[in-house]
């Protein structure tokens, strides 16, 4: 990343407004009932005032930069239904990074996140709203890591999370993410594979595909911190819910959910079989932005918030298209076997 500079939420009314100032927000207001409406069911009214006029400015920057906003499920609903073009969960925005017709993206979500938008997109500005947001698993294996794995276990291939850094693909056989890694691993077709940074993600693959997986000991810091006795207590308070639960949470989780699967699974789960009520097993915005799309469905959020996505703020996403920063820039020979590594993974899903 070229820049370091951190845009993090700051309190938007540090004196008394003036009457221009107050006219200004009633404006805004006004200019984004739009917006407003598809976030009615989780941001209060006087919440949205603290919001619009930022929305307002990007909807403009975006036009005049030649700028779309890329965000991730897990971003809050004022960025996720406010301002975003293009929404998903990982391999969605993978995807969708490569159709981009705009001169800039910005990805709203973590680093590691911008850098696979610029992998698929070498040709394009590709911003983030703070390039100091980590992520315990991105931030959990070095390169040096699975190099020593693959000198212990010779031959065997290596098959990396996307949550992880372009240093880390480049020393990987084949990508993945929550939503296909079953299908990756049982394409390559090896008795024995090396799933890295995730171990519980890995221990699920296992799980699910009878092939033995070689681990890594990193862990999402949201999705570890759910119990068994969690989903035992819910389905105690509420009889007969649905407990559906990312593949980042531990194995037992798994097992004890009713259902499995990756943010964009869930949200399908939810949208066609529309239970009365379910328990989503993730993190916190995530099951908001749901709650937002499906509201007749009964909600129960075990909510554990990602700090790392945080950072990612309205306010971030102006500061980034105004200023052109933080870039992502990459190393060419790191982002050519990084890129491969995506490029294999969308090949195989
Ligand atoms: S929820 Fe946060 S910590 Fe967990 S994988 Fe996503 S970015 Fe990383």
Known sequence: MTATTTHLATPRVRHRATEAELLDVAAAIEATREEYDRV??????????????????????????????????YQTPEIFHGVADLVGDSLALARMAQEVEASTIV???????????????????????????????????????????????PGVPVVTYVNSSAAVKAVSDVCCTSGNVERIVRHLGAEKIICVPDEYLARNVAEATGVEV?????????????????????????????????????????????????????????????????????????????????????????????????????????AALETGGPEVVLEESTAAAARRAVERMLELS
Not at 48 to 55: G, P
Not at 113 to 138: F, H, I, Q, R, Y
Not at 214 to 225: G, M, N, S
Not at 265 to 291: F, G, K, W
Request: glycine share 4%.
């Open 40 to 73: 009615r069911h989780v941001v209060p009214e006087a919440e949205w005032a603290t919001f619009a006029q930022d929305v307002v400015a990007i909807k403009e920057l975006k036009r005049t930069r030649d700028a779309v906003v890329l965000a991730h499920n």
């Open 107 to 153: 990805l709203a979500g973590v680093p590691f996140m911008a850098e696979t938008a610029k992998l698929l997109n070498p040709g394009k500005t590709v911003l983030v709203p703070d390039a100091g947001a980590g992520c315990s698993l991105a931030d959990g294996i070095t390169p040096e890591d699975v190099l020593a794995l693959r000198a212990a276990h």
């Open 214 to 318: 070689i681990t890594h000991p990193a862990r999402c810091e949201v999705h570890e911190r759910f119990s068994v006795a969690d989903v035992e207590q819910i389905r105690a308070e509420r009889p007969g819910i649905t407990v559906v639960a990312h593949p980042e949470c531990h194995p037992d989780v798994v097992a004890a959910a009713d259902v499995a699967g990756s943010t964009a699974h869930m949200l399908d789960y939810v949208r066609t079989q529309r239970p009365a009520q379910v328990a989503l097993i993730t993190e916190c915005s995530m099951a908001d932005n749901i709650r937002a799309a499906q509201p007749e469905t009964e909600y129960v959020q075990p909510c554990n918030l990602c700090p790392h996505m945080r950072r990612s703020t309205l306010a971030g996403i102006r």
